[in-house]
C-alpha cells in the first residue's frame, strides 16, 4: 500500500511524518477554515470557487495566509499528483497557526496550511438508487451566528448530528433554525420540489452556502426550471414531491424518506424512486463534471 503524501506548510511530507504543534489553534479552538474538494480525471471540480470561498473566509475571520491562489492550486494538484490519484477527495485546512494558548491570537502568529488527497470511494451506486433518509435533529441552529455560514474547524454540531442519524438508522440529519425554519443538513444543502418549483433555504436562515448548492441554481437556470431561496417549515418539507441534499462530495443524493414518511411522490414512469426534476439536475450535474473535467 503506497503511502500517502500530504502538503505540509509548503512542504509535501509522508503522512506519518506530518507534525502539527499540540499548541495550534486549529488543534485547541478549532481556529480554522477548511475545504473539501472532488477531483475527477486529476482536475479538481470547481477548485476556483472553492478558493475564492477560502479566502474571502480567512479575510473575515483575520486569518493571514502566505499564499496565493494560485499557489494554493498548485500545491493541490501537486498532492494529488504525488499520491498518483485521478478520482480523489481532496481536504483544505487553514488554522491560524501555533500560539501561547490565550484566546486573542498573537499578531505573529504562521497560519499552518494541510492538504490531503485520498482515493474518492465514499458512495455506492446503491445508495443513489435507494436513496438518503433523514431525520430531524431536536437542536436548533442559531442562524445569528457569526460563524454560521463559514466552513468552519467548529464542526461539533455538525458530528453530534451526524451521530444521531447513524443511531436512528438514518443516512443525514437535517437541522431546524430558532425560528423554525428547515436549514440544511450536517454535511449538505437541502432542496425541495412542490408543484414543480426548486426550493431551497436561503443563506439568512444561517446555512453553508455550499459550492454543489449553487452549481444547482446554474443547472436549473439553464434548464429553465423555477428554482426560488425560500424560507419553509418542517410541514411543507414533508408535503414536497421530490427531495434532494447536495455536497461537493456526493453531488446530487436523492431523498426517499424523511423521518418515517415516505416521500410518496417519488417515483416516475420509470419506475424508480428519483423525482422527475431531481432526475434531471443528476444528469445535468454528471455532464457539467464531464464537460469541466474531461
Not at 505540509?8 to 511524518?17: D, K, S
Not at 490531503?116 to 442562524?143: C, H, L, T, W
Not at 439553464?222 to 447536495?246: A, D, G, M, R, V
Amino acid at each position: 500500500m503506497n503511502e500517502d503524501i500530504v502538503f505540509l506548510n509548503g512542504e509535501f511530507i509522508p503522512g506519518h511524518l506530518a507534525k502539527i504543534s499540540i499548541f495550534d489553534r486549529g488543534f485547541l479552538f478549532g481556529d480554522g477554515l477548511f475545504e473539501t474538494m472532488r477531483a475527477y480525471n486529476g482536475k479538481i471540480f470547481r477548485l476556483d470557487a472553492h478558493l475564492k470561498r477560502l479566502l474571502k473566509s480567512l479575510d473575515i475571520i483575520q486569518i493571514k495566509h502566505p499564499y496565493s491562489q494560485s499557489y494554493l492550486e498548485q500545491a493541490l494538484y501537486e498532492t494529488i499528483g504525488k499520491n498518483k490519484l485521478s478520482d480523489a477527495y481532496v481536504k483544505l485546512i487553514v488554522t491560524r497557526g501555533t500560539d501561547t494558548g490565550s484566546l486573542i491570537p498573537s499578531p505573529d502568529s504562521k497560519s499552518t496550511i494541510l492538504i490531503i488527497a485520498k482515493k474518492f470511494d465514499m458512495y455506492s451506486p446503491e445508495q443513489y438508487e435507494e436513496g438518503f433518509k433523514v431525520m430531524m435533529s431536536d437542536f436548533r441552529q442559531n442562524q445569528f451566528s457569526s460563524i454560521i455560514n463559514l466552513k468552519s474547524l467548529n464542526f461539533l454540531e455538525n458530528i453530534i448530528g451526524k451521530l444521531e442519524a447513524k443511531q436512528s438508522g438514518a443516512d443525514e440529519i437535517i437541522f431546524i433554525n430558532q425560528s423554525g425554519f428547515v436549514t440544511e443538513g450536517s454535511v449538505s444543502n437541502i432542496f425541495i420540489v412542490c408543484n414543480d418549483v426548486i426550493m431551497t433555504p436561503p443563506c439568512e436562515v444561517g446555512i453553508l452556502p455550499g459550492i454543489a448548492r449553487e452549481t444547482i441554481f446554474e443547472l436549473a437556470e439553464s434548464l429553465n426550471l423555477k428554482i426560488i431561496e425560500k424560507n419553509f417549515y418542517l410541514e411543507e418539507l414533508l408535503s414536497c414531491s421530490e427531495c434532494f441534499l447536495t455536497n461537493s462530495l456526493m453531488r446530487i443524493m436523492p431523498v426517499t424518506q424523511i423521518e418515517d414518511k415516505i416521500i410518496e411522490n417519488f417515483s416516475d414512469s420509470r419506475g424508480d424512486r428519483w423525482g422527475k426534476l431531481t432526475r434531471l439536475l443528476m444528469k445535468a450535474y454528471q455532464d457539467l463534471v464531464d464537460n469541466e473535467t474531461l
